[in-house]
């Protein structure tokens, strides 16, 4: 079946670094990539958008100049959280949609990251 | 807009009785709907969707267009059934999803 696997799986930082997430679809080409953001027993709350070659497209609210979004590859997005801050600490999960089935998202194992 | 409602944020259940995740949405057109599982310490995953109809793992779930519902049954749960649900929506032609806040299911031995 499709996997996708995010790198790292946890990250602590101080506050005002840059910290770099990887998401990869390892057996399949992502033609579209999501990341969303997860607060503790809540709902996930898509972030983001992304097509491999292009700008992704960002939801209401959230600063693209804050989570910059590359997919340089049908297989790779990455997320950076630029000057993190500690109300940035979350759990980001990407998903990638492609493979066998089209319309199904293949999710991440999720990264938790905690800004000090 | 689309919109997802899950009421319950949690649904405690012995093992043996009747589940129903209840999934209502708000949509116009004709949506394409999914319920997503996770289980403790696992990543998000497809549990099943709505064109396949299809049980998966002992869980359905029905189209109901006039009540705008998709609810989840099964009608004995089992322990390894605990985990949190989430019903999602695409619309028609898009591939963004919309989430609903999620069920958290515990089913007691």
């Known amino acids: 079946g499709a996997v996708v696997s995010q790198h790292p799986s946890w990250v602590i930082c101080k506050s005002g670094t840059s910290v770099k997430i990887e998401c990869r679809s390892l057996?399949?080409?992502?033609?579209?990539m999501f990341w969303y953001r997860q607060f503790p027993k809540q709902s996930l709350m898509l972030m983001a958008t992304?097509?491999?070659?292009?700008?992704?497209?960002?939801e209401q609210g959230v600063e693209k100049d804050k989570f910059l979004i590359n997919h340089a590859s049908l297989t790779l997005s990455t997320l950076t959280v630029t000057s993190a801050h500690p109300e940035d600490s979350s759990f980001y999960i990407c998903?990638?949609?492609?493979?066998?089935?089209?319309?199904?998202?293949?999710f991440g194992p999720g990264t938790r990251l905690l800004v000090l | 807009a689309q919109r997802v409602t899950q009421p319950e944020k949690l649904l405690s259940v012995f093992k043996g009785a009747p589940v129903e995740l209840k999934c209502n949405y708000s949509?116009?057109?004709?949506?394409?709907l999914f319920w997503y599982v996770q289980y403790s310490r696992q990543r998000l995953q497809l549990l099943l969707r709505h064109i396949s109809r299809e049980s998966i793992k002992g869980f359905t779930a029905d189209l109901n267009k006039g009540e705008t519902s998709f609810h989840l049954k099964k009608p004995f749960a089992q322990e390894e059934d605990s985990a949190m649900y989430y019903c999602?929506?695409?619309?028609?032609?898009?591939?963004?999803?919309?989430f609903g806040r999620g069920t958290s299911l515990i089913v007691h031995p």
């Open positions: 949509y116009s057109g004709s949506p394409e």
């Open positions: 057996d399949f080409q992502a033609t579209t």
């Open positions: 992304s097509n491999e070659g292009s700008k992704a497209t960002y």
């Open positions: 999602a929506l695409q619309s028609g032609g898009s591939y963004i999803p919309t």
């Open positions: 998903s990638a949609r492609g493979g066998a089935i089209q319309e199904t998202q293949y």
